[in-house]
């Protein structure tokens, strides 16, 4: 299994950014899908997931109505828009995979992680 996000930069406050996250190695259209961050010091938190099939999906509030997440089945990725940033939202961002249909915010229902890509929002 292995997860690898791109799409991570240095974005203005206010700005846009899109992340990426190509899977490999397992049957990622039965596998629900979701994006994490940690900062330096603190525990990783939930940012939001999607389902199998990409009809529900669940976002932390801290980020609900900014960031949207979206998959390609057909391509394997997962991807997390990520809207009117914010300078609390600079971090590490991970994609993760559960071996399970539904989404869920609980960190240890995912199996396997990303390398995680660094987002910076500063003017």
């Known amino acids: 299994v292995q997860l690898v996000e791109s799409g991570g930069g240095l974005v203005q406050p206010g700005g846009s950014l899109r992340l990426s996250c190509a899977a490999f190695g397992f049957t990622f259209s039965s596998s629900a899908m979701g994006w994490f961050r940690q900062a330096p010091g603190k525990e990783r938190a939930f940012v939001g997931g999607i389902s199998w099939s990409g009809v529900f999906t669940y976002y932390a509030d801290s980020v609900k109505g900014r960031f949207g997440i979206s998959r390609d089945n057909a391509k394997n990725m997962v991807y997390l828009q990520m809207d009117s940033l914010k300078p609390e939202d600079t971090t590490v961002y991970y994609c993760?995979?559960?071996?399970?249909?539904?989404?869920?915010?609980?960190?240890?229902?995912?199996?396997?992680w990303g390398q995680g890509t660094q987002v910076t929002v500063s003017s």
């Open positions: 993760a995979a559960r071996p399970r249909y539904g989404v869920t915010p609980r960190i240890n229902e995912f199996g396997s």
